[in-house]
């Protein structure tokens, strides 16, 4: 049995520019941390010969295929033609989080399958390299509107500036901050989840439709990578990284209407009024998580503020997709 995973991620700045649609005209950059949350996988040996299927899947629902076109769920049917297996294999997902709440969570997913798989098979590929197959999977085999930013971090984890200069070409520059840094960033961070679910690709397919008109815009938005990463290593006050975020919220919701809503609203400006120096919501917009930066000593008033609703701390700069049992 193998057993893999992958990290699921924060993504801080220069959402929207790690497109191709974007950076194949003008480079992007983005700034995210892989977390310690995590989407697992486990692949094991099935003796098809003895049943009358061929594979056999589970993950919210349960499938048994005798072929590889018979699979329901395609994220699974094509990383198993990818990997050339077809027969004889059992998988099992889950994960520590909800999908669909713009932690990364799909992506997570496909690059700790792909993980799995390429060591059931005995083979080893470099983190770049299971990141550029995951993107190819997701984007080119099935045409999913997505970034790369997500299976970039699901795969090389680590706490980085991402910069994209190509489809090909992704490079990534580890944060170098001190232990007692990170400790002081985490102690800031907090993760509200909205209890709203949705489709990132309908909010996403709306933005490439305006990445034209609002390429200003998403150059602003990169030009915060690399402000948010000053803050960071040269030590000043966190509440500066929390100002920028309130900012990139402001941009953020300019690139679709979608991305928020009143109920969204309503429980930002609660987060500002409780002591929050600023936030966003995290991945496409429309529901999932809101990242709130806050002193740590208003966290305790935050959470009396929003009970009724899942708060989650988290470690920053955790590993990227592993295997954590092979036996």
Not at 204 to 211: D, Y
Request: hydrophobic share 45%.
């Amino acid at each position: 049995m193998i057993i893999s995973r992958a990290p699921l991620r924060i993504s801080f700045f220069g959402g929207g520019t790690d497109f191709p649609e974007y950076f194949s005209k003008e480079s992007g950059a983005v700034l995210a941390t892989a977390i310690d949350k995590y989407s697992y996988v486990t692949a094991s040996t099935f003796h098809s010969h003895l049943f009358d299927y061929a594979v056999r899947i589970s993950y919210s629902k349960g499938e048994l295929a005798k072929t590889i076109e018979d699979i329901q769920h395609p994220v699974f049917r094509e990383c198993l033609r990818f990997c050339g297996l077809a027969k004889d294999i059992e998988l099992h997902t889950v994960a520590d989080l909800p999908s669909f709440t713009g932690l990364g969570s799909s992506s997570s997913f496909t690059v700790a399958l792909l993980k799995a798989l390429h060591a059931y098979k005995g083979e080893y590929v470099t983190p770049l390299q299971l990141a550029y197959e995951a993107i190819y999977i997701e984007r080119d085999v099935l045409k999913e509107c997505v970034g790369v930013q997500d299976q970039t971090t699901a795969a090389v984890g680590g706490f980085n500036l991402l910069e994209f200069r190509a489809k090909d070409d992704i490079r990534v520059h580890p944060l170098a901050l001190t232990a007692s840094r990170t400790r002081e960033f985490e102690e800031h961070l907090l993760l509200l989840f909205t209890g709203i679910k949705r489709q990132a690709q309908t909010i996403e397919r709306v933005k490439l439709e305006n990445f034209e008109v609002k390429r200003e815009l998403l150059r602003s938005m990169k030009k915060m990578v690399e402000k948010g990463c000053e803050i960071l290593q040269t030590g000043v006050s966190l509440a500066n990284f929390g100002e920028l975020l309130r900012e990139a919220w402001v941009s953020k919701r300019r690139l679709a209407a979608a991305v928020t809503n009143d109920e969204i609203d309503r429980l930002y400006a609660l987060g500002l009024a409780e002591g929050a120096w600023g936030g966003k919501l995290l991945g496409a917009g429309g529901g999932g998580f809101m990242l709130f930066m806050a002193p740590p000593e208003t966290h305790a008033r935050l959470r009396r503020a929003f009970a009724g609703h899942h708060l989650v701390s988290c470690k920053i700069n955790a590993p990227g997709a592993d295997i954590i049992f092979a036996g």
